[in-house]
């Protein structure tokens, strides 16, 4: 069960990313 927390952060952190994505490619090709 050592390895129940590591499993719940990365997946937390790869939900965190995949929400932020359409963020970071709105901002990257919206011309500055």
């Known amino acids: ?3 129940l ?3 719940t952060r ?3 952190s790869t ?3 995949l ?3 359409p ?3 709105h ?5 500055s």
Do not use: E
């Open 27 to 31: 901002f990257l090709l919206t011309p």
């Open 15 to 17: 939900t965190c990313w």
């Open 5 to 7: 927390p590591f499993f």
């Open 19 to 21: 929400d932020l994505t």
């Open 1 to 3: 069960m050592i390895g």
């Open 10 to 12: 990365i997946t937390s």
């Open 23 to 25: 963020f970071v490619l």
